[in-house]
């Protein structure tokens, strides 16, 4: 069973910085692209940004280029998400997952095996 553990959120003001952790096994970042995703209230939940841990392989949403930065580390089994000059509206859940890696990263969820239960990130204007 893979297990996926998201730290890392809370409060932040907006222009702040902010480091998500996604903790797991080290096979899986062998083999796997794990993600993050969000999801704010009321909306679906959204692609933003996944990792080939093994080569630093790294596909971002759009909307967080130049914002957010994701990688791994290797010392702390970890893949992170750098958040610098968050907006409110990045108030959100943020999940990270995993995705057996066949080529080409996925913004799609439902190509994403595991989850992780979500670490909550408010951003205060």
């Known amino acids: 069973q893979v297990q996926l553990v998201e730290s890392g959120g809370g409060l932040v003001q907006a222009g702040g910085s902010l480091r998500l952790s996604c903790a797991t096994s080290?096979?899986?970042?062998?083999?796997?692209?794990v993600g993050w995703f969000r999801q704010a209230p009321g909306k679906e939940r959204e692609f933003v940004a996944s990792?080939?841990?093994?080569?630093?392989?790294?596909y971002y949403a759009d909307f967080v280029k130049g914002r957010f930065s994701i990688s791994g580390d290797y010392a702390k089994n970890t893949v992170d998400l750098q958040m610098n000059s968050p907006r409110p509206e990045d108030t959100a859940v943020y999940y990270c997952?995993?995705?057996?890696?066949?080529?080409?990263?996925?913004?799609?969820?439902?190509?994403?095996?595991?989850w992780g239960q979500g670490t909550q990130l408010t951003v205060s204007s």
């Open positions: 080290r096979r899986i970042f062998s083999t796997y692209a």
């Open positions: 990792i080939l841990w093994s080569d630093s392989k790294t």
């Open positions: 997952a995993a995705d057996y890696y066949t080529g080409s990263f996925t913004e799609n969820e439902n190509d994403y095996d595991y």
